[in-house]
């Protein structure tokens, strides 16, 4: 009589010392012509052993098949299809034997249906012409118009939206605007899979620094620490300047760290800055 041993907590079951419960030994992706095997492996949870791991005997058993996972899979893989460009992929999955009891070969099949495309992008502006005019002759802004994130006939992806958003936040706050705030709208028209885009942006009162604080200075003057963060009063507000006082005084000798932000304040014409910094003994 032949006794079947059942395998220990943590165990792996094995038939003629071979792992016996189902392991991923392959991973198939099919239909897709815009994103490679390899950027779409990534972005899923199952995978199969690598090469060396196939030649080594002792390592098999770290594949074990999750259908559950795959399951996850599927719609991981449509929803990164879905945020750049392609709301009416369909994505499948299926599960075959290999040439062994316990190998398993996973395949993905994709089809993408068309990709949304951009018809129309605009600009509009919550703010005066004056401020219009000095924003759009600005180099800084038509460099931006050139960049190759949203252009018209390129496939609309929502996973740049952020990026967008604050590319454009920048630009306003370089330009002064400290208080810029910048929103996306996109319209879809389902028949002909396209996307008018319209970008608002909301600059604010154009600023400029009126006071400047100074925490934990002990040793050195706020006149001194000002001074050399260059932050002027009555100057025009950057974000970039911002960046480069912290980044001067943070790299200054007596400092050990050091921090600039604006605090809640009232939006209006005039700004407050903070300087934080820390000293060393």
């Known amino acids: ?16 010392g071979e792992v016996a419960d189902p392991q991923v030994w392959k991973v198939v992706i099919e239909g897709n012509s815009t994103f490679s095997d390899l950027v779409l492996k990534q972005a899923i949870a199952t995978e199969a052993p690598t090469t060396w791991e196939k030649l080594s005997f002792w390592k098999r058993g770290n594949h074990e098949l999750n259908r559950m996972e795959i399951r996850r899979d599927v719609v991981r893989i449509r929803r990164y299809y879905q945020r750049r460009g392609f709301p009416e992929v369909e994505v499948r999955s299926s599960i075959t034997a290999g040439n062994r009891e316990w190998k398993r070969v996973v395949r993905f099949v994709i089809r993408e249906n068309r990709p949304v495309t951009i018809r129309e992008i605009n600009h509009e502006f919550n703010t005066s012409p004056k401020y219009r005019e000095y924003i759009t002759q600005s180099r800084s802004y038509q460099r931006q118009l050139k ?40 319209q879809l028209d389902t028949l002909q899979a396209s996307v008018d885009v319209t970008i608002t942006l909301t600059p604010g009162p154009l600023t400029y620094i009126d006071r400047v604080h100074v925490f934990g200075a002990r040793s050195v003057s706020e006149q001194y620490v000002i001074r050399e963060s260059a932050l002027e009063r009555t100057k025009l507000f950057s974000e970039e300047k911002l960046q480069d006082a912290q980044r001067e005084i943070f790299n200054h000798h007596l400092f050990r760290f050091a921090t600039i932000n604006l605090p809640d304040q009232p939006e209006d014409s005039t700004l407050e800055v903070n300087i934080n910094l820390r000293e060393y003994p």
Do not use: W
């Not at 009589?1 to 038939?15: H, K």
């Not at 018209?152 to 590319?167: A, N």
């Open 147 to 186: 960049r190759k994130d949203f252009q018209l006939g390129e496939r609309y992806q929502t996973i740049l939206e952020p990026d967008i958003v604050g590319q454009y936040t920048d630009l306003l706050r370089n330009l002064g605007f400290a208080f810029a705030d910048v929103s996306i709208d996109a």
């Open 1 to 16: 009589m032949m006794l079947r041993v059942q395998p220990a907590a943590g165990m792996q079951a094995t038939v003629n």
